[in-house]
């Protein structure tokens, strides 16, 4: 007898995008990733999300672990991860905004 197909983590994420962009609203689930995903980018211990719905904007305030945060190769490297991850989960068209101590870090819409 056949398994039936296991409706996975990322299947529900990509079945909650599908919802997000019928109707513009947010899952739980994808609430959750958009919160934790930031906390990847090396050197920050907390961050802050806003997500625009109407706009289709994902702005992250982030709270840096000491006084002096590195713009390093790594850091833009998990921006641009977080931006393709945030787009996987949202709309394709999804602007990321990454700010640290009141400066961008990070917009997707300058490439």
Not at 17 to 33: D, N, P, Y
Not at 62 to 76: A, E, I, S
Not at 92 to 108: A, Q, R
Request: glycine share 4%.
């Amino acid at each position: 007898m056949a398994k039936p197909e296991e409706f996975t983590f990322l299947k529900q994420l990509m079945y909650l995008k599908g919802m997000t962009v019928r109707t513009g609203s947010i899952h739980e689930a994808q609430a959750l990733q958009i919160r934790n995903w930031p906390l990847a980018i090396p050197g920050v211990k907390a961050a802050e999300a806003h997500v625009d719905t109407d706009a289709k904007i994902v702005r992250y305030l982030l709270k840096p672990k000491g006084v002096n945060f590195r713009c390093t190769k790594k850091v833009l490297e998990v921006c641009v991860a977080l931006d393709k991850a945030i787009k996987s989960i949202l709309w394709d068209e999804t602007t990321v905004i990454v700010e640290v101590n009141k400066k961008v870090l990070y917009d997707s819409r300058c490439k």
